[in-house]
């Protein structure tokens, strides 16, 4: 796969809500997960051992900062991280939030739905994710 047709070198991966000099974070539009965020590094590399052990350090520092709002804001009951890259070998991490009413919980938010969350619970998520935005630009902030 080359840069031109790799999607996370095409696009930004989702809303923009902090664009740092060597990664962004993006919240994705998950109508089944408000919350949802990727921290994407911004140069195409596949691996995390493609980066300066000093990039590494970054990358991963902004990831728990990311982790950590998601946790303040959305009080989920458990956060999954997890970096993939099979579908699209761009290095970036997904910071998922999950809660045991979640359609795959306990499963991974990719194995088949077992129920559907209530509308109004999903609703009330997003109710949150203003304030998500807010706290992610703040701790953002500590990585400058």
């Not at 300066?52 to 991280?81: F, G, S």
């Amino acid at each position: 796969m080359t840069q031109i047709e790799c999607e996370l070198c095409a696009q930004q991966g989702g809303e923009v809500v902090h664009l740092a000099a060597q990664w962004h974070v993006v919240l994705v539009d998950d109508a089944d997960y408000p919350g949802f965020c990727r921290v994407i590094w911004n140069r195409h590399v596949r691996e995390m051992t493609d980066l300066a052990l000093a990039e590494r350090d970054l990358l991963m520092a902004a990831v728990w900062q990311v982790e950590a709002a998601v946790r303040d804001v959305l009080q989920p009951h458990k956060v999954n991280l997890a970096s993939l890259g099979n579908m699209t070998p761009h290095l970036h991490w997904h910071v998922i939030p999950r809660y045991d009413d979640d359609a795959q919980f306990p499963a991974p938010v990719w194995a088949p739905a077992q129920r559907a969350t209530a509308p109004e619970v999903l609703a009330r998520r997003r109710d949150l994710l203003p304030t998500l935005r807010t706290a992610i630009r703040a701790r953002m902030a500590s990585l400058i």
